[in-house]
Each structure stands twice: as structure tokens, then as C-alpha cells.
């Protein structure tokens, strides 16, 4: 969430839900449910993004009540609460003039895939030795995410080198899968609570 050369915006996020393969099916199922509600002749096509809900765009300026679309993030977000146990829910907020000179996505990145490793080594440590995989929403982005990956698990970063991924980041169109589409939630959620200091979303996932 955010735009890194927008100089009216002060904050970059990047956010993402960390999930046991069986339990995107229970994400899915609820967020399927939801979008039922609002799109009942063709459910699949409905995408939940929060830059497109509040503001209302796309299919989004149907609903003329900018309060039932704020209620309609906040149910989004909720769908989380069908999920079957351990989950978790990673972010980042960069403030980007706390880091002048460097690329905003590039930090966010590091500091993400590096907890996203150590969240999977402390489960190492507890008998639970399962690989991580990332996957991301299709960007411009895609070429230099992975090799920024790669070279993570290649020569390290700031602090020590990735040892729990199966492989790099992978890509895929948002529109197919419903766990991007809540990650997306995620981060617009900080983004709102950070940039704008309305907290409503972000309560949901507190």
C-alpha cells in the first residue's frame, strides 16, 4: 500500500498472511461467501482490495454508501476469524523519510522475508519443520523481488542469511486467489491507521 514516489504520501507498507496450505481453503470459503453477498450472479469475479473499496471504484461505485463499504472492509478482514489453527499476520510500515536515500520496497521487503524466516525457524525449534514459500501479487516488481530473494539466501542480509524458504518468491494475478486479496486488506489497513490515523480496519486484525 502506498506509492513509493508519491511526495503527498509519507508512508510505504507492505504486509502479508502467513498460512498452513489446508487453511487457504477456509480463508477462501469466506471471503467467497462475502462476495456473494455483493456480487451473487458472478461472486468469483469480485476482488477485495481496499484502495478500489473505500474509495469506491470498479465495481466498488455501485455501492453508493461509503459507510457499507467501510463495513464491507471490515467483514473482509474478519473472514480471518474462520481460520483453523496457527496463523499469523506480518507487516510493515516504512516511514519513508526515515530512510532517505534508500528504495522503500526493497527495506520492506528485507525486513519481511527475514521474519517470515525466523517466525518459520522458531517453529523449527518446536518440532515443526516446514518450508515457507512467498507469493506476492503480480507487479512490475516481480524480476527484482527475486533476485533480491535469491541473493538473501545466497550471501545473507543485514541480519544473517535465509535458511527456511523452498524457493524464491513466487507471482501470481490476484484476481485468482483469495489470500493475496486479504494480504492486500492487510496493508491497506496499516496504511489507513498510519497514513491517514483512521484505525477502524486495523482494530479488526489488532
Known amino acids: 500500500a502506498g506509492t513509493v514516489a508519491a511526495t503527498d504520501q509519507r508512508h510505504f507498507v507492505l504486509s502479508g498472511i502467513c498460512l498452513f496450505e489446508r487453511q487457504v481453503h477456509y480463508l ?10 455483493f456480487y451473487p450472479e458472478e461472486p468469483d469475479r469480485l476482488e477485495f482490495h481496499g484502495s478500489h473499496m473505500l474509495p469506491g471504484k470498479g465495481f466498488w461505485r455501485s455501492i453508493k454508501d ?21 496463523w499469523a499476520l506480518f507487516g510493515v510500515v516504512v516511514e519513508k523519510a526515515a ?17 517470515f524466516d525466523t517466525f518459520l525457524k522458531r517453529q523449527f525449534h518446536k518440532g515443526n519443520p516446514q518450508r515457507g514459500l512467498i507469493i506476492l501479487d503480480k507487479s ?5 523481488l527475486q533476485s533480491l530473494a535469491r ?26 486467489t ?4 486479504f494480504a492486500d486488506l492487510v496493508s491497506y489497513s496499516l496504511w489507513q491507521r498510519f497514513e491517514h490515523g483512521d484505525s477502524a480496519f486495523f482494530d479488526v486484525i489488532r
Request: aromatic share 6%.
Open 28 to 37: 477462501s470459503s469466506a471471503l467467497d461467501r462475502l462476495a456473494t453477498e
Open 178 to 181: 483469495r489470500a493475496v486479496q
Open 140 to 144: 512490475t516488481l516481480e524480476t527484482r
Open 99 to 115: 530512510i532517505a536515500g534508500q528504495d522503500p520496497v526493497e527495506f520492506a521487503f528485507e525486513q519481511i522475508v527475514s521474519r
Open 66 to 86: 461509503k459507510s457499507a463499504r467501510r463495513t464491507a472492509i471490515c467483514d473482509a478482514l474478519a473472514a480471518s476469524d474462520d481460520l483453523k489453527g496457527h
Open 151 to 176: 541473493d538473501f539466501r545466497k550471501n545473507g542480509h543485514r541480519w544473517g542469511v535465509l535458511s527456511n524458504l523452498a524457493d524464491v518468491p513466487m507471482f501470481v494475478d490476484s484476481g485468482a
